[in-house]
């Protein structure tokens, strides 16, 4: 069942979020060649605590930490290691938290340090998606556009979307419905109300999109070993249009420079 938002409980779901783009930026600041995720994570747990938030990761279906660090082939759910980045890496960080009651969830991916071209284009090209995919939510649209365009996007730049793992709901669980894959034919699925709010997540690979979970139990990776990238905003609908209660600044800044 779709779960719509009264005004009021938007404006609570801005707060969490607000605070999950808040540590995003804090944890941008701090990925640099030689830190490991397992630093990010206690810092990024501090942050939220200090906030008088809860870690909305952390315990869930027992994952054990507040950050999903995926590193290079890992798509995503990565577990922080104390293993330092390396030059050249790239890292997706994926956090959520609860406050008041409400779930704020968002993903970027960054670079450590210098990246070839093809990389730093993986990383612009599943923002744009996301950037596009965030204009395709307009009420009496359908689900089904929104993967519509990130898949159209990606794809025309010879990159690869992943299919087992897609974009949800959120409100007070961190996933609701409607489902919301990452490709598909435009005008299927649920219509799109104002008052929905809608986790929307790219996952991009170099290769092949095909993925595997590690023995862990949690970390997705490539099959084929390639690279991944992925980005998430939360996305209100509204009658004026989308809503971003994740947009940073920051971030949006970093990318540009990134491409």
């Known amino acids: 069942m779709i779960v719509r938002k009264s005004p009021a409980e938007v404006d609570r779901m801005r707060a969490a979020n607000l605070l999950v783009a808040e540590v995003l930026d804090m944890l941008r600041g701090m990925v640099v060649p030689g ?16 906030a008088g938030a809860v870690p909305a990761f952390k315990g869930y279906s027992g994952y054990p930490a507040t950050l999903c660090a995926s590193v290079n082939e890992a798509v995503v759910h990565g ?10 890496d790239i890292v997706s960080l994926d956090m959520g938290v609860v406050l008041d009651g409400f779930y704020g969830d968002s993903a970027i991916t960054l670079p450590v340090g210098d990246v070839p071209d093809r990389v730093s284009e993986l990383l612009c090209v599943t923002k ?5 995919a965030i204009e395709a939510v307009q009420v009496n649209g359908h689900v089904s556009d929104i993967g519509h365009v990130v898949q159209r996007h990606v794809e025309a730049h010879g990159l690869g979307v992943v299919r087992e793992f897609v974009g949800h709901g959120i409100g007070v669980a961190l ?35 095909s993925v595997k979970v590690l023995d862990d139990g949690w970390t997705a990776v ?38």
């Open 35 to 50: 830190i490991s995720t397992a630093e990010l994570d206690r810092a990024a747990e501090q942050q939220i605590l200090d």
């Open 79 to 88: 577990i922080p290691t104390s293993t330092p980045l390396v030059e050249g």
């Open 128 to 132: 744009e998606a996301l950037d596009l």
């Open 175 to 209: 996933h609701e419905d409607p489902q919301i894959p990452n490709y598909g034919d435009p005008g299927n699925g649920p219509q799109l109300e104002s008052g929905m709010v809608l986790a929307i997540e790219p996952m991009v690979t170099i290769g092949k999109p």
């Open 222 to 259: 490539t099959r084929d070993g390639s690279l991944a990238a992925h980005f998430e905003h939360t996305v209100a609908v509204t009658d004026l249009g989308p809503e971003v209660l994740t947009r940073s600044s920051i971030v949006s800044d970093s990318l540009k420079a990134a491409g």
